[in-house]
């Protein structure tokens, strides 16, 4: 079940850069993508999501990009910050469905 | 900021033993999930729950589980007969509409 993938598993950014992680999706059902941020040993904590209807939302350092025709999104996160250090996963959910499909995650680096 | 908690943060069990995980959801959520990682893989979805109801479920989730909300703050999964495959991180999550909070886990081992 590869519904939502992210194609790198690792991605390394100088502190203050923008760091853009990358997600693609193959079932056209999904209409509502979230990302979220994970540390070891810790539950995924919420970062930001997108509706379908949308292509761009934003919320403070973060932005998430929506290409429908494509089936990807992209998480933007500028600055980035030595905290941002995590594994990133996006997930993704269809209409009258309740489960998130996940990602296989991308482990972000900040380098100081 | 209220948040989801899950008890145990690790539990350790015999293969064939029962064990419950618990949960407590953001107090004004109304849907209730249940997710797991295996190491190295991940997260999957497990179940929802809605209105004292399973509303969908995964095929993960077969006759060995269950899921249960015993009283107004509490939400429990059961795994009836532990098998060794059992072990991974499970996850507790709820959600007002589309955004899911999740807490930080229960580890188990199954030996």
């Known amino acids: 079940d590869q519904q939502v993938k992210q194609n790198s598993p690792s991605l390394s950014v100088q502190e203050g850069r923008i760091s853009i992680l990358n997600c693609d999706y193959t079932n056209s059902m999904f209409d509502y993508f979230l990302w979220y941020k994970k540390y070891p040993a810790e539950g995924p904590t919420f970062l930001i999501s997108i509706s379908s209807i949308k292509d761009k939302n934003e919320d403070g350092r973060f932005t998430v990009f929506l290409n429908k025709s494509a089936k990807h999104l992209s998480l933007h996160i500028v600055p980035s910050q030595p905290g941002d250090s995590a594994v990133y996963f996006c997930?993704?959910?269809?209409?009258?469905?309740?489960?998130?499909?996940f990602g296989t995650g991308t482990r972000l680096t900040i380098i100081p | 900021e209220p948040e989801v908690t899950q008890t145990p943060s690790h539990q350790v069990t015999q293969m064939g033993q029962e064990v419950i995980l618990r949960c407590v959801p953001i107090s004004n959520h109304l849907y209730f999930y249940w997710y797991r990682q295996i190491l190295g893989q991940k997260v999957e979805f497990l179940v929802s729950?809605?209105?004292?109801?399973?509303?969908?479920k995964s095929e993960i989730f077969d006759d060995q589980f269950s899921v249960e909300r015993p009283d107004g703050s509490n939400f429990t999964l059961k795994i009836r007969s532990t098998k060794l495959e059992d072990s991974a991180m499970y996850f507790c999550a709820s959600s007002a509409v589309n955004e899911q909070f999740f807490g930080p886990g229960t580890r188990l081992t199954v030996l």
């Open positions: 729950f809605y209105n004292n109801e399973i509303s969908e």
């Open positions: 997930a993704a959910k269809g209409f009258g469905n309740e489960k998130l499909t």
